[in-house]
């Protein structure tokens, strides 16, 4: 099944650069106020739930069901060599005594599940994988609902959206946990349910509309962060929960700026999502966002040092991709042909 969607690659090259402006700030220049890498990870989240879903309605509308047997052994060979293969450079790299893992980070990180441990303490190498654990449990659970509860699809993917709205507003469970992120999956769920909808509702609009949830976006991550620098803590909770680089209408900007992306087509916004550097960059972005944490690592001395690093990323990101990713993409291609 052809998976290619326009401007999406475009949208992970961005969100990817986010990522590592974030981390090139903190690591290399110690500013720790900078929300760029969990807005990027709020993107990503979203796209994955939108990618996903339309796949598995694309599935059930040529087969007429779901083969959950399909799904998985796909997203084993899209998401498990790479992810494995680093882990074991990591092992490699604290045998030979130039990193340190404890047992409880080979654990979450070997079982995909980091986000338990966050607030535990995590090695800064390992850290960023909270976010694949996440993706990781979604990708478990959704396509179970989605092909064994059809009509409580939307219901269930609004309820996810709730609960973590309300425990955004009552608890202080770490931005990096499935409790607090969860519904940024299910607001792309939800885009790619009512996706014919939506574009329709969109479209007979009058064209400068499309341009409300750039500047939504914009408002909302502008409006946090001079909530923050005013310091009213006693609002916290409530800001952080609509707005920010996660809240709710933050993931929902980003749900309409992806269907304006896909579907609004020969445009300036559209040709740069879809010029080939972006778009290559995209189809590395899961190996960029994985090998990044490392080369900004302190134990790694000069490697680790601004430009040199952000160099060895993308050396590294486009020999895994070509070497491990790319044969195993090959691989799933031939492989679905018979599922």
């Known amino acids: 099944m052809k998976e290619h969607i ?38 990503f989240f979203v796209i994955s739930g939108y990618l996903i879903t339309l796949l598995l309605l694309k599935e059930e509308e040529s087969k007429g069901t779901i083969s959950l047997k399909g799904f998985y052994i796909r997203r084993t060979i899209r998401i498990f060599p790479i992810y494995y293969f680093l882990l074991f450079v990591y092992l490699i790299l604290e045998v030979a005594g130039i990193l340190s893992f404890s047992t409880n980070s080979w654990i979450t990180s070997l079982t995909y599940t980091k986000y338990f441990s966050i607030n535990k303490g995590s090695e800064w190498e390992s850290g960023h994988l909270w976010s694949l654990s996440i ?51 299910m607001w792309g769920c939800i885009f790619a349910i009512y996706s014919n909808q939506l574009v329709a509702a969109l479209k007979s609009r009058k064209g400068f509309f499309t341009i409300v949830p750039f500047i939504t976006l914009l408002l909302v991550l502008a409006f946090k962060r001079v909530f923050t620098l005013m310091g009213i803590d006693q609002y916290k909770n409530y800001v952080t929960t609509f707005c920010g680089s996660y809240g709710l209408l933050t993931n929902l900007s980003i749900g309409f700026i992806i269907l304006i992306s896909i579907h609004y087509k020969d445009n300036i916004w559209y040709n740069f999502l879809n010029n080939g550097v972006l778009n290559y960059i995209g189809k590395l972005s899961y190996s960029i966002y994985l090998w990044q944490q490392l080369f900004f690592s302190s134990h790694l001395g000069g490697l680790s040092s601004f430009p040199y690093n952000i160099f060895l990323i993308f050396i590294v990101s486009f020999l895994s991709f070509n070497l491990i990713e790319k044969p195993f993409l090959s691989f799933k291609s031939h492989f679905s042909r018979y599922l």
Request: a positive charge.
């Open 6 to 43: 326009p401007s999406l690659n475009g949208l992970r090259a961005i969100s990817i650069f986010l990522v590592l402006f974030a981390h090139i700030v903190l690591k290399n220049f110690n500013f720790t106020e900078n929300p760029g890498g969990q807005i990027g990870v709020s993107i």
């Open 135 to 185: 993706e990781e449990h979604f990708y478990l659970i959704w396509p179970i609902i989605f092909k064994n509860f059809r009509k409580y699809r939307v219901g269930f993917a609004s309820s996810v959206i709730c609960i973590v709205t309300l425990l955004r507003l009552t608890s202080d469970v770490s931005v990096m946990h499935i409790f607090k992120r969860a519904d940024a999956l």
